[in-house]
């Protein structure tokens, strides 16, 4: 059992460590779940490859199963907006009606509104940063304040508290407690409230304290800002109407047309069962597990067709566009399908056993805590909002959703909790998009980690526990 838990710590460590590095998550998470199986090996006997391939290989290829359509349907409208300029047109606009003194929530809420229309976070820093550097050396406002605010609206409360976000974070629970995405939504209006009102009172006190200090924009001689031309770009109305109809067509799919059975074909029958072929006509499907992603995918679908047919002309090449959007899917979710491999591989180890029992005992028995305790954690050791909530419930999932129904608390406010709680130490250091985003700014974990660190890490946490505490009192 020692060995085993040194196998796990060893091999986690050097997961973030390798990660942190650049390492490729598809290549470390395999290996390194070998590591903590040989470790498991020599300290009870039990076989190796067994274990290990039984373990890694049909999570990872289950998770794809489940979530790829989303992914690739995400990456393709994400990249149909960008390519269109329908993202940058909503930025220019936003930016230029919120105006001079205001350039941190110009910044936050055109994060804001791309993410929670379906826009991938990559694409959004890649669309507001030019912006955003504009504004801010036109202000003189220091640059190392641009990361933590496309931070904050890029990847906090957009992501995984608003209701009805269709981004991968707030999709996962869906099948574990048999919700949707807009479950619990007042628990998920007040997370928003706390973590975007935090972060911004927070980003703004920073501001007042560096101009106090005499601090300017700086001298930035390697930066690199491609410059675009904006002659073209849709009118922010027409930009803004996909989102609007990716929102709109998710909430009435998930609410009226498939719980009702609409558009549900004749050999489909809905049953409490997984689902499982049964004849050659008839497939039994459990309804509470799939209308979340339906209803998703069809939702994308609809926003990716508006957006090709209102800018059509302005795409070079629209199977291009189209190409690249699926193969920019593909290494996203193979990190994250790696890293829920890999948890898997140690979740059956049997020093996990020392793991999962510390988790259950800080929880003090609560379900809720439980969630953030096992979720956050897993995010932090991952790097990874959904690969972290997708080992803590696959682990953990069946368990918490016994002790919800015994407490009387509801798999909704399971569902946002567990949203909220991924959105928090998934932003350490080692964290994809933190690395691609001050690589995308040019600035330094130095200069910039420690307010993104507030924003992304500190106050969604704080956020987590308030929700949890109301979830606990009944309020969803």
Same mark, same amino acid.
């Given at each position: ?9 060893? +091999?986690?460590?050097? $997961?973030?460590?390798?990660? %942190?590095?650049?390492?490729?998550? @598809? ?24 274990? %290990? ?105 957009? &992501? ?13 629970? &869906? ?41 300017? %924009? ?57 689902? @499982? ?37 302005? %795409? ?52 809720? @805590? ?19 909530? +997708? ?45 691609? $985003? ?39």
């Amino acid at each position: 059992m020692v060995l085993g838990v040194i196998g796990i710590v060893i +091999s986690l460590v050097g $997961l973030i460590w390798l990660a %942190y590095r650049g390492w490729s998550v @598809v290549l470390i998470a395999p290996l390194l779940a070998l590591v903590a199986c040989i470790f498991n090996v020599l300290g009870t006997g039990n076989d190796l490859m067994a274990g %290990y391939t039984n373990g890694f290989m049909p999570n990872l290829a289950n998770y794809v199963k489940t979530y790829f359509p989303i992914f690739m349907l995400g990456a393709v409208f994400g990249k149909m907006m960008d390519d269109s300029g329908s993202a940058r047109a909503i930025a220019n606009f936003i930016m230029d009606k919120l105006g001079p003194g205001k350039e941190v929530i110009a910044t936050v809420v055109t994060c804001a509104i791309l993410t929670y229309g379906g826009v991938s976070l990559f694409v959004v820093v890649f669309a507001v940063y030019p912006i955003a550097a504009a504004m801010f050396r036109r202000a003189d406002l220091p640059k190392r304040l641009i990361a933590p605010a496309i931070a904050l609206g890029a990847f906090t409360f957009t &992501m995984t508290a608003i209701p009805g976000t269709p981004q991968i974070q707030n999709a996962i629970p &869906m099948p574990f407690f048999g919700t949707d995405v807009f479950a619990a939504p007042v628990l998920g209006v007040i997370a928003a409230v706390i973590m975007a009102g935090g972060g911004l009172w927070w980003l703004n006190r920073q501001e007042k304290k560096m101009r106090a200090a005499g601090e300017g %924009y700086g001298n930035h001689p390697n930066e690199d800002i491609r410059i675009t031309d904006d002659m073209n770009l849709p009118s922010f109305g027409i930009s803004l109407v996909p989102i609007i109809f990716v929102l709109i067509a998710n909430f009435v799919f998930s609410k009226v047309v498939m719980p009702n059975n609409n558009i549900v074909p004749e050999n489909i029958i809905w049953t409490d069962s997984a689902q @499982v072929p049964d004849g050659d006509h008839v497939i039994n499907i459990a309804k509470s597990g799939v209308i979340g992603n339906w209803s998703l995918i069809w939702a994308l679908v609809i926003g990716i067709i508006l957006v090709i047919l209102f800018n059509f002309k302005r %795409y070079e090449n629209v199977p291009t566009s189209l190409k690249n959007g699926v193969s920019s899917s593909f290494l996203a979710i193979l990190n994250t399908a790696s890293e829920v491999g890999y948890g898997n591989v140690i979740k059956t180890l049997a020093g996990f056993t020392v793991v999962a029992t510390g988790m259950q005992a800080i929880s003090g028995g609560s379900v809720l @805590v439980l969630d953030i305790v096992s979720t956050s954690t897993l995010a932090g050791i991952t790097g990874s909002a959904s690969g972290g909530m +997708s080992i803590a419930l696959s682990v953990f999932g069946e368990q918490m959703v016994t002790m919800a129904n015994n407490a009387g608390i509801s798999p909704e406010a399971l569902h946002r909790v567990c949203s909220v709680a991924s959105g928090g130490l998934d932003t350490l250091p080692h964290n994809g998009a933190v690395l691609t $985003l001050l690589a995308a700014t040019g600035l330094t974990h130095r200069e910039s980690y420690k307010n993104m660190c507030v924003c992304t890490v500190i106050i969604p946490l704080i956020a987590a526990f308030i929700i949890a505490g109301l979830g606990t009192l009944g309020v969803n």
